[in-house]
């Protein structure tokens, strides 16, 4: 067989794997949709807490500043979004572990985990994002940067509360377990987000603010590169 051939086989071969792969992401993906129409109840209950969370920021602040605004934001984001995010490796049980292993790759798992928690996470952060506009009108003044930074952070939250609902769900009261570890890992990623998004609400936009944008989308990927070194063993187990 000349060089050529086995060069053309061995691309059909990573062509139709990467195909099979896509594929059983698209199938896990709507697996995990199915199973959130059938009992909604997780993510109605965050976005009830949304909602009831932005009224009463508003009711308490009604002249807020912009600064405020956006701390409150986030701090609504994370609080109420923990669970709904979380939950999809929390509610699996050991039997159903099992009967995943023989469905895909705990690497097509671990996406489809996180594509869906991401999905999840934007649901929400537009719910919060049209509440907080709707009540407290909309201070951010660089439209670009503020939607690219809250794209990558909200992308970075989802990822660690899908990977630590993982973790937890190993463990027993997994359910108070979550919060524990996620809340400290998601810190940085916070804090810069934070700065990079006060950044958009000043009328002249610092150059810096691209920086802070870029730091977060490294942590993203740092993220991800550990969630796909520790979920193997963790799966394994």
């Known amino acids: 067989m000349s060089v050529n051939s086995r060069n053309i086989q061995s691309a059909s071969s990573r062509s139709g794997s990467a195909l099979f792969f896509v594929k059983t992401l698209i199938t896990l993906i709507k697996v995990e949709w199915n199973m959130d129409l059938k009992k909604p109840a997780v993510i109605a209950a965050a976005g009830l807490q949304i909602a009831a969370m932005a009224l009463l920021s508003f009711l308490t602040q009604p002249h807020i500043t912009p600064k405020i605004w956006n701390s409150l934001f986030w701090l609504v984001l994370i609080l109420c979004t923990l669970q709904a ?140 590169v550990l969630a796909s070194a520790l979920f193997l063993p963790l799966w394994k187990d």
């Open 85 to 224: 995010v979380s939950k999809n490796f929390l509610g699996i049980s050991r039997s159903r572990w099992i009967y995943y292993n023989q469905l895909a790759s705990p690497t097509a798992i671990l996406w489809s985990k996180m594509l869906y928690g991401i999905v999840t996470m934007l649901m929400l952060t537009l719910i919060n994002l049209l509440l907080f506009g709707f009540f407290m009108g909309f201070p951010i003044q660089h439209i670009q940067a503020y939607f690219t930074n809250l794209l990558l952070v909200t992308a970075g939250i989802s990822f660690v509360f899908t990977l630590i609902g993982a973790i937890a769900s190993k463990a027993n009261q997994a359910g108070f377990l979550a919060p524990v570890l996620s809340l400290p890992v998601i810190l940085p990623i916070i804090l810069v987000g934070m700065k990079a998004s006060n950044k958009t609400i000043n009328p002249v936009l610092v150059s810096s603010v691209w920086k802070d944008i870029a730091l977060v989308g490294a942590l993203d990927f740092l993220i991800l």
